[in-house]
Nanobody
């Protein structure tokens, strides 16, 4: 059993910043990829950023230069620093942890709302 828990969402004004955190716990040897997705109302869930075990990262074009993903392998945590937020960043943000033994695990999601 693997648990993934996010925290840090909230309401912020245009141009503001938020920091999302995620921790994975349970039985696994490692987490190959930790990533953040988001889903806005009426839209499909989309990848925001991911970070693999050796620290390679990738970002959606819409967030490049504004968001930064980082992880701590020893603590099984991943954070998403979000700067220069825009109303179109409003969504439920989900953390995902991929383990070799049991595959994909999702958190429950955290709401991010950016007001104009």
């Amino acid at each position: 059993q693997v648990q993934v828990v996010e925290s840090g969402g909230g309401l912020v004004q245009l141009g503001g910043s938020l920091r999302l955190s995620c921790v994975a716990s349970g039985r696994f040897s490692s987490i190959s990829v930790m990533s953040w997705y988001r889903q806005a109302p009426g839209q499909e869930r989309e990848l925001v950023a991911y970070c693999n075990l050796i620290g390679s990262t990738n970002y959606a074009d819409s967030v490049k230069g504004r968001f930064t993903i980082s992880r701590d392998n020893a603590q099984n945590t991943v954070t998403l620093q979000m700067n220069s937020l825009k109303p179109e960043d409003t969504a439920v943000y989900y953390c995902r942890a991929d383990t070799p033994e049991t595959g994909v695990h999702w958190g429950q999601g955290t709401q991010v709302t950016v007001s104009s």
